[in-house]
């Protein structure tokens, strides 16, 4: 007899084991040596590195088409819904390629969460997992 136990525990609000750096970390611009080992230039485009970027992206300070966002960008977009799971997918994705940082998920699996949320349209879920993940201990602090 197998019985399966159901968690009302959300993955996005309790720690997961692992280590990750927070947006406001990522986006400091004392923090640039972090930067460093990821591989990762401020100035890449989220496109490149995360596959999509939404059409519906509010971003009226910087004028910039959404196809053209770079990540340093992205993680000060300002406002919630779509621009929030930006964010913290690219601050999910730095924390994915840091040798520094032990993150539980791959870039992979970052872009997957990350494209499900956009396209699945349920950003909110996408959003609270991927900041769960983000907001775990940084070792770089």
Not at 1 to 9: A, G, V
Not at 39 to 48: I, K, N, S, T, Y
């Given at each position: 007899?197998?019985?399966m136990?159901?968690?009302?525990?959300d993955?996005?609000?309790?720690?997961?084991g692992?280590?990750?750096?927070?947006?406001?970390?990522?986006?400091?611009?004392?923090?640039?040596?972090?930067?460093?080992?990821?591989?990762?230039?401020?100035?890449?485009r989220?496109?490149?590195?995360?596959?999509?970027?939404?059409?519906?992206l509010?971003?009226?300070?910087q004028?910039?088409?959404?196809?053209?966002l770079?990540?340093?960008?992205?993680?000060?977009l300002?406002?919630?819904?779509?621009?929030?799971?930006?964010?913290?997918?690219?601050?999910?994705y730095?924390?994915?390629?840091?040798p520094?940082?032990?993150?539980?998920?791959?870039?992979a699996?970052?872009e997957?969460?990350?494209?499900?949320?956009?396209?699945g349209?349920?950003?909110?879920s996408?959003?609270?997992?991927l900041?769960?993940?983000?907001?775990?201990?940084?070792?770089?602090?």
């Amino acid at each position: 007899l197998c019985r399966m136990m159901e968690t009302t525990e959300d993955p996005g609000e309790s720690e997961q084991g692992g280590e990750g750096c927070n947006v406001s970390f990522w986006e400091k611009p004392g923090n640039s040596d972090a930067w460093t080992g990821t591989g990762v230039l401020p100035d890449a485009r989220l496109l490149d590195l995360l596959g999509a970027t939404p059409a519906e992206l509010a971003n009226p300070e910087q004028m910039i088409s959404p196809s053209e966002l770079s990540i340093e960008q992205a993680l000060r977009l300002k406002g919630g819904k779509v621009n929030r799971l930006v964010r913290e997918a690219a601050a999910a994705y730095l924390n994915a390629v840091s040798p520094d940082v032990s993150f539980d998920l791959t870039a992979a699996e970052v872009e997957s969460i990350f494209r499900g949320g956009l396209n699945g349209g349920d950003e909110k879920s996408a959003t609270k997992t991927l900041a769960g993940f983000n907001h775990q201990v940084c070792p770089l602090d």
